[in-house]
């Protein structure tokens, strides 16, 4: 999975959320509601890019990037 790394990120601690304390919703399509359709995922490990960071002099981070590898396959579906 490709994320944004600043979502993986505690920005007030300054450092990466613990992979066991992440969860990824698939076929999510609304907060409200939950679907028969949704699959909710914990990474098995994750990596952020070694050069992101988050500026106070940038309105956005920098290389705000993160590659996800998944403890289990999900099924790709019509809304995944």
Do not use: W
């Not at 409200?32 to 050069?51: C, D, G, N, V």
């Amino acid at each position: 999975v490709i994320t944004a790394a600043h979502c993986m990120f505690d920005s007030q601690k300054n450092r990466p959320y613990p992979a066991n304390g992440i969860n990824l919703f698939m076929g999510h399509y609304d907060r409200l509601k939950t679907s028969r359709h949704e699959y909710i995922k914990q990474p098995a490990l994750y990596l952020i890019h070694p050069k992101f960071r988050i500026s106070r002099l940038s309105p956005a981070p920098i290389h705000d990037l993160a590659l996800i590898k998944l403890a289990r396959p999900v099924p790709l579906t019509n809304l995944i």
